[in-house]
């Protein structure tokens, strides 16, 4: 049953990834029940490379209940499958994932969202050098193909031979992509951790967010997926935590939701979530975080 949110603090959008199971308009019903103010949500079915057809009905009923909620596609993310590697250098994989991207950018137009968060991709026996060519040719491809929406590259844990752990590797997509308007960038706060960005000390959010700005350009920013990490910095392990229980710590966190440079941007709870402590427990924790402001 859909609550009523609580007020929130101007221009935070504090809220997390949910399901989609009995159909995508329920994603927005359960952000409202947790009291987010922004969300992601996975298009489909995680372990197909084919997806039916998007039901009409169904995207219609999504518009209308994100309209009556007064939810903004800008602050809505839907999350790539995890399946797509657009950097791949085995021909099959890469030509899959790059028809896949093209559905999911249709998908979002269809539902009237204006963005798309997914996974660069893996070199896996490449180069990162020709990788990141390869992602950069999936989206200039993708953006050929389907209308204004706006693909946003997540930066990477640097797990294996994925791309996307440093910022330069991001920038360096970014470069080769051809409708600029159409890139952003999307980070998490874990997987930046696990790269080697310590943002756990006082001041860590803004020194990293400046390190951002100087290699990638703060107007790429599109969103924030809030994690804490049960890894340590510079381990290299996607490895999520619930917020202020692990490696990251709650000081991080209070710098976000107090960071003007974030503001009106979806800030995105991926944690796994315990019993007392789930998503709504911890939307609610960030926006006590919020500092009123002084007046002057
Ligand atoms: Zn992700
Ligand atoms: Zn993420």
């Known amino acids: 049953m859909a609550q009523k949110r609580k007020i929130k603090p ?5 809220g997390a990834h949910v399901s989609i199971s009995g159909g995508i308009w329920k994603a927005v019903e359960s952000s409202v029940a947790i009291g987010g103010h922004a969300f992601a949500l996975f298009l489909g079915s995680q372990r197909c490379w084919t997806r039916p057809a998007l039901d009409t009905a169904a995207a219609v009923k999504f518009q209308e209940a994100c309209a009556q909620h007064g939810f903004d596609p800008i602050h809505i993310l839907p999350h790539g499958s995890y399946l797509m590697n657009c950097g ?57 193909q389907t209308p204004a ?3 946003v590259l997540e930066n990477m844990s640097g797990q294996g031979s994925t791309i996307g752990g440093q910022f330069s590797e991001l920038r360096s997509i970014i470069d080769s992509v051809r409708d600029k308007t159409r890139v952003g960038v999307c980070l998490d706060t874990c997987h930046a951790f696990a790269a080697g960005y310590d943002i756990s000390p006082p001041g860590g959010v803004k020194n990293i967010l400046d390190e951002f700005d100087r290699v990638v350009g703060l107007h790429y920013l599109r969103a924030i997926h809030l994690n804490d990490s049960k890894g340590q910095l510079g381990c290299h392990l996607d490895r999520h935590e619930d917020i202020g229980c692990g490696q990251i710590g709650i000081t991080a966190f ?33 926006y006590s975080l919020c500092e009123k402001k002084k007046k002057n």
Do not use: W
């Open 88 to 144: 791949s250098p085995k021909e099959d994989v890469f030509s899959k994932s790059q028809n896949m991207l093209v559905d999911e950018l249709s998908r979002c137009s269809a539902l009237g969202l204006s963005q798309f968060n997914f996974h660069p991709g893996a070199s896996i026996d490449s180069t990162p050098e020709k990788c990141m060519e390869k992602i950069a040719q999936a989206i200039n491809h993708a953006h050929q």
């Open 254 to 286: 209070r710098e976000i939701v107090n960071e003007p440079r974030l503001d009106n941007i979806p800030l995105i709870l991926e944690t796994p979530g315990r019993p007392g402590f789930e998503y709504a427990e911890q939307i609610e924790l960030l």
């Open 10 to 14: 101007k221009k935070k959008y504090i």
């Open 149 to 151: 929406v706006i693909t």
